[in-house]
């Protein structure tokens, strides 16, 4: 190394533009569409866009994201509807944007908007408790092959 180099590199630092600090969270800002709220005002759940991707919001942290917020919307809704049958006064409100959206895709299936959503909440209210233990024994059947092989896998010496 020369005797020079740091006095060219700080030179060439010098003559170099000015770079923008790169900023934390530099992302775009999430603009809500849905909200539920408890009885207190607080936020349970939400919908929002960032960009292009619509994301579902529960209890503070991401949930999911999606390109299509209405089968979100319809959850919301069937959340919504559970805890006012538990006996807790919840509120959802969404945008026009959102609306607009409902009534586009009830307008393709030549439903009203209520019929169409009152539909996608009916999916998931169509999971009950029963339903949601045959699936989690499902899971486990197909997981405890899977299991013991891996098992078996540990079990063997290797070469």
């Known amino acids: 190394m020369s005797k020079l180099s ?7 630092k010098k003559q170099a533009p000015r770079r923008p600090f790169a900023r934390l969270n530099g992302q775009q ?16 759940a939400a919908i929002g866009l960032q960009g292009t991707e619509w994301l579902l919001a529960i209890g503070g942290q991401t949930m999911g994201n999606a390109d299509n ?3 979100m919307l319809a959850m919301l809704k069937h959340l ?14 969404y945008s026009a944007q959102l ?15 209520d019929d169409y959503l009152a539909n996608l909440v009916s999916e998931f209210e169509g999971v009950d408790g ?15 092959p899977a299991a013991e092989a891996a098992a078996d896998a540990e079990d063997k010496p290797k070469a």
Request: glycine share 4%; no cysteine; aromatic share 0%.
């Open 6 to 12: 740091k006095a060219k590199r700080d030179k060439r």
């Open 29 to 44: 800002p999430v603009q809500n569409h849905a909200v539920l709220m408890n009885e207190e005002g607080q936020v349970v």
């Open 69 to 71: 917020p209405v089968p």
């Open 80 to 93: 919504a509807n559970v805890q006012e049958k538990e006996g807790r006064k919840v509120t959802l409100e």
């Open 99 to 113: 609306q607009q959206m409902i009534d586009d895709l009830a307008a393709d299936e030549g439903k009203t908007a």
């Open 130 to 144: 029963e339903e949601a233990v045959d699936v989690a024994d499902a899971v486990e059947t197909e997981a405890a």
